[in-house]
């Protein structure tokens, strides 16, 4: 390790002048991460809902179209209840997911995350 002679003396900081007026909040690393990682899995939730809602309009358009014939296993009107029951399976599917958006539509505000931070918010 070298050592560097300096003719200056290194003064220690007398005055610390804060011009800030907002709220400082204090947080542990532990508790941001839990945040951010819950906060991630709720805007991630905002396109659930398109998988079932295109699942649906295909099987829904299947129904409306095609003229279900015998083919594998099955006769043409096991293929349309079958049909039938994907179609409704994934409309229920869809109707969920919406629900959940809906009530996680105060948890997507950024004032929700600060309070959170805060710890003025319940998870």
Same mark, same amino acid.
């Given at each position: 390790?070298?050592?560097?002679?300096s003719n200056e003396t290194i003064q220690p900081i007398v005055r610390i002048y804060d011009n800030s007026t907002s709220n400082i909040i204090k947080i542990n690393?532990?508790?941001? +991460?839990?945040?951010?990682?819950?906060?991630?899995?709720?805007?991630?939730? *905002?396109?659930?809902?398109? #998988?079932?809602?295109? =699942? =649906?309009? =295909?099987?829904?358009? /299947?129904? !409306? #179209?095609?003229?279900? *014939?015998?083919? /594998?296993?099955? #006769? $043409?009107?096991?293929?349309?209840?079958?049909?039938? !029951?994907?179609?409704? $399976?994934?409309? &229920?599917?869809?109707?969920?997911? +919406?629900?959940?958006?809906?009530?996680?539509?105060?948890?997507?505000?950024?004032?929700?995350? &600060?309070?959170?931070?805060? $710890?003025?918010?319940?998870?």
């Open positions: 390790m070298t050592h560097i002679e690393e532990d508790k941001m +991460l839990n945040i951010l990682n819950q906060y991630g899995k709720i805007t991630d939730s *905002k396109v659930f809902f398109i #998988t079932p809602l295109s =699942s =649906s309009i =295909s099987f829904t358009l /299947a129904l !409306c #179209t095609n003229d279900f *014939k015998r083919f /594998a296993l099955f #006769t $043409g009107s096991e293929w349309r209840f079958i049909f039938l !029951c994907l179609a409704l $399976g994934t409309a &229920i599917w869809t109707i969920i997911e +919406l629900c959940k958006q809906i009530k996680n539509r105060k948890k997507n505000k950024k004032k929700y995350i &600060i309070d959170l931070m805060k $710890g003025i918010t319940e998870r």
